[in-house]
């Protein structure tokens, strides 16, 4: 290939190079007006109870919706139920929503509420020996007194609100303040 030609040749890629530099500026100009209007059409929360659009996300929006009707924290498995997204992709959508500005709770086991007041992540464990723990093991007591059959763990962690690991530590805690309490766990318990 003469010089000449070579010099040609890159002289048209530079060219070609240029353009596309210049292509992919204002592409990505484009997108830095788009966050910018976005970000000033207020809050997107607003948006979205307002059945705007949130990152073009039906999901995101189902979950805010099961979120803005609850009356108290839903743990994954029930956002699932009500929305009909899979409990595995509940969390991604809960970030979204997060980044997107919507102010959302959570705590381990006990799930997401709406409105970032921060109650959930505070919430003191109920195996502790706080007012909480002392009315969870209440709960605990009351409930097996009045049952004609050993309960389960689960019901028992459900009305004490609390986990079924928690229910274990209780169940050992109050036998050893003297409750006479038999059973064991995934067998249930019961008052002797």
């Known amino acids: 290939m003469p010089k000449a030609s070579f010099a040609d040749a890159l002289q048209k890629l530079g060219t070609v190079l240029d353009s596309a530099v210049a292509a992919l500026e204002e592409a990505a100009n484009r997108v830095r007006r788009e966050a910018a209007r976005l970000s000033s059409e207020g809050n997107v929360r607003r948006g979205v109870a307002a059945g705007g659009r949130l990152l073009g996300d039906e999901a995101a929006r189902a979950i805010h919706a099961a979120l803005e009707k609850a009356h108290g924290p839903l743990t994954s498995r029930e956002l699932s139920r009500r929305t009909g997204v899979a409990r595995t992709s509940i969390a991604r959508h809960i970030r979204a929503l997060s980044d997107a500005g919507v ?16 109650r959930l992540a505070r919430a003191p464990r109920g195996g502790g020996n706080g007012a909480r723990g002392r009315f969870a ?10 049952a004609k059959r ?22 050992v805690a109050l036998r050893k303040e003297g409750h006479e309490i038999v059973g064991r766990r995934g067998v249930g318990y019961s008052i002797a």
């Open 150 to 171: 050993p309960v389960l763990g689960d019901v028992l962690a459900k009305k004490a609100d609390v986990s079924k690991m928690t229910i274990t530590r209780m169940i």
């Open 103 to 118: 102010k959302i709770s959570s705590a381990p086991r006990r799930g997401y509420e709406l409105g970032g007041r921060g």
């Open 137 to 146: 093991q209440k709960v605990i007591l009351e409930t097996l007194q009045k």
